[in-house]
């Protein structure tokens, strides 16, 4: 019954969301009510640790669970049945994958036998059935089984879109699922620095990590730009506000960062290729330093539906 398709061209995701390509979708309540936002090894992510599984299954019932991850971690959906010789074939290819990409997206395994309305949500006309979702909103990758050399690719096109996006959290993985503070003593020791306004040492202490850890560059250099960032702030003080990244870092160095996204937002709705990519990397840098979660949830859904 499993029918084999040719992956489809993520390019389209940027322009048209999965609602759009997949009227069905829309009739789900999990993922229609889905917030709507937004390699291969864990330390290569620059983005928060998430607690969960590399690898989980969902249902009908636990749908929002996956929706609610995906604004954090990008997320691919394998739709199967245990009837299902080409998924049987698809299944162990999958969660190889995602044990090698270590938690750089969460695969989730959804027995269509068990989900009636999600199979009928995404349209599961024929299975193995492959979608990703970056940010609540869905799109499909491809039907029947494929080789890993065709489905890698794709794989990387979703964490380059969700990468854009600001999604670059990592999946914590079993064993690391009750972890409370995924950071390092040397992440801490940084950190502390900056608290205590000695920018100099610290982005020397910082710097100093990224060139000796190269295995973790990615995690480091998000270590040298949070440094980078807390230091430009400082030196803002004293500047005129009418320039809308000073104002926008002002409004957070404030406390009030709600504001400052809804400012970078504004500007990214209204502005051309160029300042657009330059309000986003302001606004992704001041992501990385909010400490409220839920401000920058709700910053990600506008910003995922301004790119998307």
């Known amino acids: ?39 291969s090894r864990r330390h290569q992510s620059s ?5 969960g599984p590399f690898i989980r299954d969902a249902d009908d019932g636990t749908f929002e669970e996956v929706a609610e991850t995906s604004l954090k971690v990008p997320v691919i959906i394998d739709l199967w049945a245990p009837w299902c010789g080409p ?52 799109a499909p990758l491809f039907q029947g089984a494929q080789p890993k050399a065709q489905i890698k690719p794709l794989i990387d096109q979703v964490l380059q879109i969700a990468g854009q996006a600001g999604l670059t959290g990592v999946m914590a993985g079993e064993a690391d699922s009750s972890q409370e503070d995924p950071r390092t003593e040397e992440e801490k020791a ?18 100093k990590l990224l060139r000796n850890r190269p295995e973790e560059s990615s995690r480091y250099q998000a270590l040298v730009d949070k440094v980078s960032i807390a230091q430009r702030l400082q030196i ?7 320039d809308p990244l000073v104002l926008a870092d002002r409004f957070f160095q404030a406390g009030n960062e709600p504001q400052a996204f809804d400012l970078l937002l504004s500007l990214i709705a209204k502005s051309a290729d160029e300042e657009r990519d330059e309000y986003r990397q ?25 790119l998307f």
């Open 47 to 51: 983005g928060a640790v998430v607690a």
């Open 1 to 39: 019954m499993a029918q084999t398709h040719g992956a489809v061209d993520l390019s389209q995701f940027a322009a048209k969301t999965a609602t759009d390509s997949q009227p069905g979708l829309a009739d789900n309540p999990a993922v229609s009510e889905a917030p709507a936002n937004a390699g």
């Open 236 to 242: 803002e003080e004293g500047q005129d506000d009418s």
């Open 282 to 306: 302001r606004l992704l840098e001041l992501f990385r330093l909010s400490r409220n979660p839920e401000a920058v949830k709700l910053a990600r859904q506008r910003l995922s539906r301004l």
């Open 87 to 138: 998924c049987k074939q698809l299944g162990p290819i999958l969660e190889e994958l995602a044990r090698e990409y270590q938690g750089r997206f969460q695969l989730v395994k959804i027995n269509v036998d068990d989900s009636p309305q999600l199979a009928q949500a995404f349209q599961a006309q024929s299975i193995p059935m492959v979608l990703a979702l970056i940010g609540g909103r869905p």
């Open 190 to 207: 940084v950190e502390a620095l900056v608290e205590a306004g000695d920018y100099p040492e610290a982005m020397k202490q910082a710097q």
